[in-house]
């Protein structure tokens, strides 16, 4: 049991570093808000964009699978009410606007533990 436990916790560790790494790629940096990564989202020529209308109000949805992290952008207008980030079936940034009580935090800080190298 304990020998499943340790491989769970390498493989979500690896799933951070990968998407730390690629999310200092895109940023230059640690850190990225969510305004930053949906930008990245939208901007990508790989990704799906689908736009739906529901009662008059315009929606889009954006999907981008790159370099083994799975992107996924949910908007109303120009409001962001979903966006998700995951690299090897891990979730790596999870924003929901009704959860998050429609602010967006200034930045997603990677813990120091997994910026040393």
Do not use: C, W
């Amino acid at each position: 049991m304990n020998g499943i436990l340790k491989n769970i916790a390498g493989t979500f560790s690896h799933a951070v570093d990968y998407a730390k790494e690629k999310i200092t790629a895109i940023t230059g940096t640690t850190s990225v808000t969510i305004a930053e990564l949906s930008e990245h989202i939208i901007n990508q020529p790989e990704t799906k964009l689908i736009r739906k209308n529901l009662l008059g109000i315009p929606f889009s949805f954006y999907h981008l699978q790159k370099e083994g992290v799975t992107y996924y952008l949910e908007m109303k207008s120009s409001q962001i009410l979903q966006l998700d980030v995951q690299a090897h079936d891990h979730p790596i940034v999870s924003y929901r606007s009704y959860r998050d009580k429609s602010s967006l935090p200034t930045a997603i800080r990677f813990p120091k533990t997994l910026l040393s190298e």
